[in-house]
């Protein structure tokens, strides 16, 4: 019978042997890793395009980009046409996450104490979303903003064309960043300040008919305040 210890004692003996290390030679041609300059290298390929003539129409591709994500921005995604009309409320109420200290290290905003900014800040203007390329709400907001001025946001459109034809500054909700917050998923959107809350009216705009401004307003009733 074999004795479990010197098995073991055998398996550890032969595991634990030196390793027999052999020199195999070079193999193949050794070259020099070198790092190159990354600003020369963006010299090298600006000069190669001056060569070739590309640079310019580069640089005007460029400003043709930027010029057209200026004058019709992306989209904001996720919102929809009103088909039925909406209130609801949001609390922009927030706990502080941690202590709040000002330059001088003194806190003046614990950790777990709740803020609403509207304590503060108040609403002073009534905010409209709106699709600047739908023609129902682009009417709507016209009317809305010749009634009871409102500050226009746009979700979709061109909001320089669209400052110049109504005379007034319109605005664009960049990456939807006050839509999501609002939870506004229908537009147009009516957003208004109640107490230390945000009114939130999603609004069906009326069919437009190619009527004057002052029409709409008489026959959407715009102006008249929510009781």
């Known amino acids: 019978m074999v004795n479990p210890f ?9 595991v634990s042997s030196p390793l ?6 070079t193999q193949g041609t050794l070259s020099i890793i070198e ?15 001056i060569e070739r003539g590309e640079l310019e129409a580069h640089n005007l591709e460029l400003q043709k980009k930027t010029r057209a994500s200026v004058e019709r921005p992306k989209p904001v995604e996720g919102l929809a046409k009103t088909q039925e009309a909406k209130v609801f409320y949001v609390d922009p109420t927030y706990v502080v996450p941690e202590d709040l200290k000002d330059h001088t290290g003194k ?11 509207l304590e503060t800040v108040s609403l002073s203007q009534t905010l409209l979303f709106f699709d600047g390329d739908d023609e129902d709400q682009k009417a709507f907001a016209e009317a809305k ?6 500050k226009l946001i746009l979700v979709k459109g061109e909001p320089l064309s669209l ?6 500054f319109v605005y664009f909700d960049q990456a939807g960043t006050l839509t999501k917050k609002l939870g506004i998923v229908h537009v147009p959107a009516l957003v208004t300040q109640e107490g230390l809350r945000l009114r939130i009216e999603e609004v069906c705009p009326p069919p437009s008919r190619g009527e004057d401004v002052s029409e709409i307003e008489q026959r959407v ?6 009781t």
């Open 6 to 14: 010197a098995a073991s004692l055998l398996v550890v003996l032969k």
């Open 20 to 25: 027999m290390a052999k020199d195999f030679g």
């Open 35 to 49: 790092e190159h300059d990354p600003i020369a290298l963006i010299q090298k390929k600006l000069r190669g395009m």
């Open 107 to 117: 806190v003046f905003a614990p950790k777990g104490s709740k803020i609403n900014p």
């Open 145 to 150: 903003h010749r009634s009871d001025p409102v």
């Open 163 to 168: 400052s110049e034809e109504l005379k007034s």
């Open 221 to 226: 009733g715009l102006g008249k305040k929510p």
